[in-house]
């Protein structure tokens, strides 16, 4: 038996709360005090999570973390989470499931910059919007999101998916400049309009959008049949965004296909459908 | 020895002897099912026997396209071979010239195991370079530039260890009502999944015994079960009803999966009953001494007379 803990903010903090060490997993063994007592940086200031939340628990299945309240202050939700799950109920901040390798964090509000930076497994999913470099590396890193799953439900900010290597990132909203730029590989969707530049200088992966975005004189037309890997794509693309998004009925539709960027290998790809 | 006897079939007090094998199942879809078939009757083609085909194979069934990965019509094809390294050379060989080569098809795992085989893996490198990969929902998929777009082959397929070698003898009183009876029993045991069985049309005519006379040979014909030999070898296993024989053979993914085709025919040619021909229902086997895998006849009677 595992515990799911529910921490509700108890004031808005003046500076940002650093919440890498609000862990469902370690938090499952601790008693009330003990994790009262988990440290929080409020800006340089050293606090504790009692100094900032009311805590409580249920016994649970499997680790478990809610936070209420007002986060968009609170960065590092879900940092390199490695098992259980956590529910953001309103806004997060920077950082939200970065680094994530399993388990899954769900914010029913906005998050941040650097949303699922360098993430390499389990799924993250933002009910609302994300701010630059989603699914980016973290600043001085060379490679981005590595694996599993991050699915934004509203607009994603500039630099989405830069440098990503692996994994799913979904946008059903729209998305700023330079998304899937240095794309390594793995699969970047954008249900809305992309910014300037899509897919400046990727080298491998997969970019799927809607409409024609104006593509840089280095991304080549395709021809021929791509259909059998397009329905790999597209079905797991619907599946993993659900029926109410833009990518219901994928499937179904036939997209236009280029090859790009060539100014970094051509071995990229960018789906098309209008 | 007691006899049994179901709407005039003779079941005999023995057991077919199968053997331990490696297998496989992969799908391969095309643009449409002809193509697919075209592809898994190629790619299963010369596949009847281990004793000099190298693999034993089969289609196991049609598949439609809300069955497949990509939504496309397919078959399901399985493969088995004596060893791991046998089945993934056969594998290789079999998709790489049969598959690949075939148009608009694709290929994918159609087991989940511990141990793989490479499917896509080493074919990739017909792409020359233009091969490129995709990860789609944890799974490897290669895609091959070739003539008509392109071919998508998944990384590897699951390999389990597998059953080989179950069997029926069909003892009939000439050789239309021995093919009759033959066709009704490998339709029945088509119906059930996981077997294949890998001679022509599901049936044998040369039934084999280990060993030969001559030394080159390791098999030689089942002479207990030739009626031309009725009266001249010591062996004979036939009497005076029994103008024609045949056998099918049966590879299957499991032991159960084995068992319960042969059920399934066993079943149906005690329906069609001695009247239509196949008077006795036999089992191939070489004492025990071959394989652990022993399917007693009296064990698979329909439920009626089990």
Same mark, same amino acid.
């Given at each position: 038996?595992?515990? !799911?803990? %529910?921490?509700?903010?108890?004031?808005?903090? #003046?500076?940002?709360?650093?919440?890498? #060490?609000?862990? =469902?997993?370690?938090? /499952?063994? $601790?008693? !009330?005090?003990? *994790? /009262?007592?988990? =440290?929080?940086? !409020?800006?340089?200031?050293?606090?504790?999570?009692?100094?900032?939340?009311?805590?409580?628990?249920?016994?649970?299945?499997?680790? #478990?973390?809610? $936070?209420?309240?007002?986060?968009?202050?609170?960065?590092?939700?879900?940092?390199?989470? *490695?098992?259980?799950?956590?529910?953001?109920?309103?806004? *997060?901040?920077?950082? $939200?499931? /970065?680094?994530?390798?399993?388990?899954?964090? !769900? %914010?029913?509000g906005h998050a941040g910059v650097l949303a699922g930076c360098e993430m390499r497994g389990g799924r993250l999913e933002v009910a609302g919007n994300v701010g630059d470099f989603a699914g980016a590396p973290l600043p001085g890193s060379m490679e981005g999101m590595r694996g599993g799953v991050f699915i934004v439900r509203g607009h994603a900010g500039e630099r989405l998916a830069d440098r990503m290597r692996r994994g799913s990132l979904i946008v059903c909203g729209d998305a700023g400049d330079f998304a899937a730029s240095r794309l390594v590989a793995g699969t970047v969707a954008i249900g809305g309009r992309p910014g300037a530049h899509l897919a400046h200088g990727m080298r491998r992966g997969s970019v799927v959008c809607f409409g024609t975005p104006a593509l840089a004189p280095t991304f080549n037309p395709m021809q021929g049949d791509h259909r059998v890997i397009w329905q790999l794509l597209s079905r797991d693309l619907a599946r993993l965004a659900g029926p109410h998004s833009p990518f219901a009925g994928l499937p179904a539709r036939q997209p236009r296909r280029w090859a790009g960027d060539l100014g970094a290998g051509g071995q990229g790809e960018l789906w098309c459908l209008a | 020895m007691t006899d049994c006897v179901i709407n005039g079939v003779s079941i005999d007090e023995s057991f077919a002897e199968a053997f331990p094998m490696r297998g496989t199942r992969i799908i391969v879809t095309a643009h449409n099912i002809t193509w697919a078939r075209h592809a898994g009757q190629t790619a299963t083609g010369f596949a009847t026997s281990v004793i000099a085909c190298g693999a034993e194979a089969g289609i196991e069934r049609e598949l439609s396209p809300d069955e497949t990965p990509d939504g496309r019509p397919g078959v399901a094809l399985l493969l088995f071979a004596m060893s791991s390294k046998e089945l993934a050379k056969q594998l290789e060989r079999r998709v790489g010239q049969c598959v690949l080569t075939c148009p608009t098809t694709a290929v994918y795992a159609g087991l989940e195991a511990p141990e793989t085989l490479p499917l896509g893996k080493n074919l990739r490198f017909f792409g020359d370079g233009w091969q490129i990969s995709k990860v789609i929902d944890g799974v490897r998929y290669w895609r091959v530039p070739v003539m008509d777009g392109e071919f998508v082959a998944q990384e590897t397929t699951g390999m389990v260890k597998a059953v080989g070698g179950g069997n029926l003898l069909l003892l009939a009183r000439d050789t239309d009502s021995a093919l009759a009876g033959a066709e009704a029993a490998v339709a029945a045991m088509k119906a059930i999944p996981g077997v294949v069985m890998p001679f022509p049309g599901g049936v044998v005519r040369s039934g084999s015994k280990v060993g030969s006379k001559y030394k080159a040979l390791s098999a030689s014909t089942n002479d207990a079960y030739c009626p031309t030999l009725v009266g001249l070898t010591p062996k004979s296993d036939l009497d005076e009803r029994t103008a024609c024989v045949m056998e099918i053979v049966i590879d299957g993914l499991t032991f159960d999966a084995v068992a319960d085709a042969m059920r399934a025919g066993i079943a149906v040619l005690c329906e069609r009953g001695g009247a239509a021909g196949v008077h006795r229902i036999a089992a191939g086997n070489y004492g025990g001494k071959l394989g652990p895998f022993h399917f007693h006849l009296r064990q698979l009677l329909p439920k009626d007379h089990a």
């Open positions: 038996m595992s515990k !799911h803990w %529910t921490l509700r903010l108890k004031t808005a903090p #003046a500076l940002r709360l650093d919440l890498r #060490a609000l862990q =469902p997993s370690a938090l /499952a063994a $601790l008693s !009330h005090d003990e *994790a /009262a007592r988990l =440290p929080v940086l !409020h800006g340089n200031e050293r606090t504790s999570a009692g100094d900032w939340f009311d805590l409580s628990f249920t016994d649970a299945e499997t680790p #478990a973390l809610t $936070l209420q309240g007002d986060l968009s202050r609170g960065d590092r939700i879900g940092w390199c989470l *490695a098992g259980g799950t956590v529910h953001v109920e309103g806004d *997060a901040g920077d950082y $939200l499931g /970065a680094g994530l390798q399993q388990g899954a964090v !769900h %914010t029913s | -």
